[in-house]
């Protein structure tokens, strides 16, 4: 194949259009043969390193097969250990968790179980404005004067040795988190973390909740040979996927492996709305279909992360607890309200972060820092998530207040936000700050922002790219006439994509549109049917359809015929399936 599809140099976005990297024909070939499917799957299946013998894992992960002995984790035998004994004994456990959806998720997960073991449990989740993020001494004190003798901090705790410190002897603590780990861990009863330094379980990329899950089988294998389910019906882990398919791909995990297997079962969990919380968030957001993980991504995790962002902290999680659906409706819709409060305040922010970023990306910065008074730091993150995205590079965003700067980051694959802005804090610039490799938390004196960005592109010399990426990669070329449901479907197999397991973009060669309107709130997305130049037909969709050259193109019914990318998707409605094609960007044919 040349280097750029159908010699698209400049598209109607202004991108060059390039084959993905790698020679995959021939492997994919061979692959479609053996498997007996069309010769692009082959190539599909190829690119992403799939054998014949691994094909039908790939196609259908179960966590049968891919789940880990949770002894592979430092300390899991002592946390099943310490969790167990509070559970014969009937002790009050007190669960501190995040406010992200990862921190709800995960939260959600040990209190229920707990519960249905027999514990008293009672919770606490900080405010992200008075206390932060993490664990502090206040609050971890009021969870044992509420009578919890055992402590389970999930989604954080790694690096709260101070926090930790005056509860020595008073409470037993249990951590169970992802984030990035710095030195020794807190001297506290078990720090299961499989992103610290001495832990060679290899599952690094695993969020919060699928971190919980682990110990939550290890607790169950404890009890069962202790003999606690003699008399006792054993509590099915499997209804709690839903929460860790939701946790991973809200907290941008790669969606390969484990958490592949993760994200596909708890999806079938999902679609059967058991858990009321869910079932009204689905209502809520209007999804009639199976929930996929594009839903939990941009319809069910912003409504959760807003309590966290801007209202009450623990809303997400009690949504997720919530046993009834009028209590869940309830909740549901407070969110969606929120959320709501949450977009307005956000695109307060957006315009003028953006043309502020692109003056420092103009300026030569690797990486991008910006920092107002009077920006919420509750949606600080999501800004920094929109700038990371435009301008292919990591993106800190924060808000001043009193002199302090307190915010969020966003990093884009292959570079290691959270490890540098720990190396940050270590080396006495930030006040606060810690994460994973792809978003990072932070806090610091006005007076140091310069310092710390200054840090910043030095570690991160790699990040810079040069000029926002001007490139789209695609996979593979359609025929409008083979772009059909059953391929659609075929193809929908490879999911769930997203971070790590990047959707396959397709060209539609010299289509021409036939029929064009506007739909939606505000007509912001626009419907047209292409033929194919071989013939047939396919309904196509353009969202976020701003006026500009993509736009006018597609509304000029019988114009010239244009190449077209974008994705190929199976849609469900009353029982019936058929293909849409989802377009990413044109070029004149």
């Given at each position: 194949?040349?280097?750029?599809?159908?010699?698209?140099?400049?598209?109607?976005?202004?991108?060059?259009?390039?084959?993905?990297?790698?020679?995959?024909?021939?492997?994919?070939?061979?692959?479609?043969?053996?498997?007996?499917?069309?010769?692009?799957?082959?190539?599909?299946?190829?690119?992403?390193?799939?054998?014949?013998?691994?094909?039908?894992?790939?196609?259908?992960?179960?966590?049968?097969?891919?789940?880990?002995?949770?002894?592979?984790?430092?300390?899991?035998?002592?946390?099943?250990?310490?969790?167990?004994?509070?559970?014969?004994?009937?002790?009050?456990?007190?669960?501190?968790?995040?406010?992200?959806?990862?921190?709800?998720?995960?939260?959600?997960?040990?209190?229920?179980?707990?519960?249905?073991?027999?514990?008293?449990?009672?919770?606490?989740?900080?405010?992200?404005?008075?206390?932060?993020?993490?664990?502090?001494?206040?609050?971890?004190?009021?969870?044992?004067?509420?009578?919890?003798?055992?402590?389970?901090?999930?989604?954080?705790?790694?690096?709260?040795?101070?926090?930790?410190?005056?509860?020595?002897?008073?409470?037993?603590?249990?951590?169970?988190?992802?984030?990035?780990?710095?030195?020794?861990?807190?001297?506290?009863?078990?720090?299961?973390?499989?992103?610290?330094?001495?832990?060679?379980?290899?599952?690094?990329?695993?969020?919060?909740?699928?971190?919980?899950?682990?110990?939550?089988?290890?607790?169950?294998r404890t009890l069962r040979r202790r003999g606690f389910f003699a008399t006792r019906v054993e509590p099915d882990l499997r209804e709690s996927l839903d929460l860790v398919a939701l946790a991973t791909i809200c907290d941008v995990m790669p969606l390969t492996g484990l958490n592949r297997a993760f994200v596909i079962q708890g999806l079938k969990v999902m679609a059967r709305r058991s858990r009321p919380g869910i079932a009204a968030l689905l209502d809520v957001a209007k999804l009639t279909e199976a929930p996929t993980a594009m839903h939990c991504g941009f319809a069910l995790g912003p409504r959760i992360n807003a309590s966290g962002r801007i209202a009450e902290a623990d809303m997400?999680?009690?949504?997720?607890?919530?046993?009834?659906?009028?209590?869940?409706?309830?909740?549901?819709?407070?969110?969606?309200?929120?959320?709501?409060?949450?977009?307005?305040?956000?695109?307060?922010?957006?315009?003028?972060?953006?043309?502020?970023?692109?003056?420092?990306?103009?300026?030569?910065?690797?990486?991008?820092?910006?920092?107002?008074?009077?920006?919420?730091?509750?949606?600080?993150?999501?800004?920094?998530?929109?700038?990371?995205?435009?301008?292919?590079?990591?993106?800190?965003?924060?808000?001043?207040?009193?002199?302090?700067?307190?915010?969020?980051?966003?990093?884009?694959?292959?570079?290691?936000?959270?490890?540098?802005?720990?190396?940050?804090?270590?080396?006495?610039?930030?006040?606060?700050?810690?994460?994973?490799?792809?978003?990072?938390?932070?806090?610091?004196?006005?007076?140091?922002?310069?310092?710390?960005?200054?840090?910043?592109?030095?570690?991160?010399?790699?990040?810079?790219?040069?000029?926002?990426?001007?490139?789209?990669?695609?996979?593979?070329?359609?025929?409008?006439?083979?772009?059909?449901?059953?391929?659609?479907?075929?193809?929908?197999?490879?999911?769930?994509?997203?971070?790590?397991?990047?959707?396959?973009?397709?060209?539609?060669?010299?289509?021409?549109?036939?029929?064009?309107?506007?739909?939606?709130?505000?007509?912001?997305?626009?419907?047209?049917?292409?033929?194919?130049?071989?013939?047939?037909?396919?309904?196509?969709?353009?969202?976020?359809?701003?006026?500009?050259?993509?736009?006018?193109?597609?509304?000029?019914?019988?114009?010239?015929?244009?190449?077209?990318?974008?994705?190929?998707?199976?849609?469900?409605?009353?029982?019936?399936?058929?293909?849409?094609?989802?377009?990413?960007?044109?070029?004149?044919?």
């Amino acid at each position: 194949m040349d280097s750029h599809v159908f010699g698209v140099t400049q598209s109607l976005t202004g991108k060059s259009w390039i084959w993905r990297p790698g020679q995959y024909e021939r492997q994919g070939e061979g692959l479609a043969q053996q498997l007996g499917m069309p010769e692009l799957m082959g190539r599909l299946l190829a690119a992403r390193g799939v054998s014949a013998d691994y094909a039908p894992a790939f196609m259908d992960p179960t966590l049968r097969a891919m789940l880990p002995d949770p002894s592979c984790l430092v300390d899991m035998d002592m946390a099943a250990g310490r969790l167990a004994d509070a559970v014969i004994q009937g002790e009050t456990v007190g669960v501190f968790g995040d406010y992200d959806v990862d921190g709800a998720c995960s939260s959600a997960l040990m209190v229920t179980l707990l519960r249905q073991l027999g514990c008293p449990v009672t919770y606490h989740v900080p405010d992200r404005l008075t206390e932060g993020y993490g664990p502090n001494a206040g609050a971890l004190r009021g969870l044992a004067e509420r009578g919890a003798r055992l402590i389970v901090c999930v989604d954080c705790g790694t690096t709260a040795h101070a926090a930790f410190a005056p509860l020595h002897n008073a409470v037993d603590i249990v951590v169970l988190d992802h984030h990035k780990s710095e030195g020794p861990p807190p001297a506290v009863r078990a720090v299961v973390n499989p992103n610290r330094l001495d832990c060679p379980s290899g599952l690094n990329t695993i969020c919060a909740a699928a971190v919980a899950f682990i110990a939550a089988v290890a607790l169950l294998r404890t009890l069962r040979r202790r003999g606690f389910f003699a008399t006792r019906v054993e509590p099915d882990l499997r209804e709690s996927l839903d929460l860790v398919a939701l946790a991973t791909i809200c907290d941008v995990m790669p969606l390969t492996g484990l958490n592949r297997a993760f994200v596909i079962q708890g999806l079938k969990v999902m679609a059967r709305r058991s858990r009321p919380g869910i079932a009204a968030l689905l209502d809520v957001a209007k999804l009639t279909e199976a929930p996929t993980a594009m839903h939990c991504g941009f319809a069910l995790g912003p409504r959760i992360n807003a309590s966290g962002r801007i209202a009450e902290a623990d809303m997400g999680l009690r949504l997720l607890l919530a046993e009834d659906m009028e209590l869940a409706t309830e909740l549901a819709q407070a969110l969606d309200a929120v959320n709501k409060q949450r977009q307005s305040v956000e695109a307060g922010i957006s315009n003028d972060a953006m043309a502020r970023a692109e003056a420092q990306v103009a300026g030569g910065h690797g990486v991008i820092l910006l920092a107002q008074e009077g920006w919420h730091p509750g949606v600080v993150g999501i800004v920094a998530g929109r700038v990371k995205e435009r301008f292919n590079r990591p993106a800190l965003v924060a808000g001043i207040m009193d002199g302090v700067a307190k915010g969020s980051g966003r990093s884009v694959p292959g570079i290691d936000l959270g490890a540098a802005v720990i190396a940050a804090r270590q080396s006495g610039i930030l006040a606060t700050g810690g994460g994973h490799a792809m978003a990072a938390g932070f806090s610091a004196p006005e007076t140091a922002l310069s310092t710390f960005h200054e840090f910043l592109n030095d570690r991160l010399a790699s990040a810079a790219l040069g000029p926002p990426s001007a490139e789209l990669m695609l996979d593979g070329v359609l025929g409008v006439s083979s772009a059909d449901a059953a391929l659609a479907q075929m193809v929908g197999r490879l999911g769930p994509f997203g971070n790590g397991n990047d959707e396959p973009l397709f060209v539609l060669p010299r289509a021409r549109v036939v029929k064009a309107d506007r739909i939606g709130k505000d007509g912001n997305t626009i419907r047209v049917l292409v033929e194919g130049e071989g013939g047939g037909r396919l309904k196509a969709l353009l969202f976020r359809a701003k006026d500009g050259p993509l736009a006018e193109a597609l509304g000029r019914v019988g114009g010239a015929p244009l190449h077209l990318a974008g994705h190929l998707r199976a849609e469900f409605w009353q029982g019936r399936v058929s293909a849409g094609f989802f377009i990413a960007d044109a070029a004149p044919a």
